[in-house]
C-alpha cells in the first residue's frame, strides 16, 4: 500500500521567501506530525495534528512556521520570511487514531535557503 | 526531562558480530519506545519498538531489551550484516504523541 508521501523533495529558495511543502499521509491515519532533521539539532518535534484536536505547536521555533491539515488528510507546513537556519530536512509521519502508537515516516523534503 | 540520550554516537562492527546502542530516557510517563533505521537520503523507517510492560521484544535478528527501573532501553542486532549500515535512533513518546529522539548512532559493518 501507500506510505506517506511529501513533496516537494527538494526545494531551493532565497532567503525573505514563503515555502510551502505538502504531506499526503497514509490512507485512514488520523494522526500526522511533522518534524524536522538537520545536523546540529538531530530529529525534532514541530507540530501535531489528531483527528479533530487542536494541533500541538509546542515545536515550531517560531511564529513564521505554521501548519494546517484540510480534511483531516493533506497538511501543508508553511515556512514564511525563510532563513538560512531553516535548512534541514522536513519529515511528516502519520500513524492510525486508537492505540495508533507506530509513527510511519515520508521520505522527507530537503529545503535549503540560499 | 525530555531528553532521550543515545549512546555511541558511531559503532563499526565485523560481519557476524552482535551490534548494540543504548538509549536512556528521564521522563517516567513516557509509554512507547521505538527505534528507526534511517539510510541516507531517505525517511526513518520503524524497525521495532516496545512497551514497558515488557522487558525484551525479538523480532528476528533484532532485540529490545527493556530496564524500566534504570530508565533504559536498547536495541541489539544479531549476526550483523553490511545492509544493516545506516543511522538508527531511539525515540520515546507519551499516549502516541509527538517522539522525543535520541541523537543517532551510525552503524557500520564491515565484511
Known sequence: ?114 | QQQVKQSPQSLIVQKGGISIINCAYENTAFDYFPWYQQFPGKGPALLIAIRPDVSEKKEGRFTISFNKSAKQFSLHIMDSQPGDSATYFCAASKEGGKLIFGQGTELSVKP
Open chain 1, 1 to 114: 500500500g501507500a506510505g506517506v508521501s511529501q513533496s516537494p523533495s527538494n526545494k531551493v529558495t532565497e532567503k525573505g521567501k514563503d515555502v510551502e511543502l505538502r504531506c499526503d499521509p497514509i490512507s485512514g491515519h488520523t494522526a500526522l506530525y511533522w518534524y524536522r532533521q538537520s545536523l546540529g539539532q538531530g530529529l525534532e518535534f514541530l507540530i501535531y495534528f489528531q483527528g479533530n484536536s487542536a494541533p500541538d505547536k509546542s515545536g515550531l521555533p517560531s511564529d513564521r512556521f505554521s501548519a494546517e491539515r484540510t480534511g483531516g488528510s493533506v497538511s501543508t507546513l508553511t515556512i514564511q520570511r525563510t532563513q538560512q537556519e531553516d535548512s534541514a530536512v522536513y519529515l511528516c509521519a502519520s500513524s492510525r487514531s486508537t492505540g495508533g502508537y507506530e509513527q510511519y515516516f515520508g521520505p522527507g523534503t530537503r529545503l535549503t535557503v540560499t
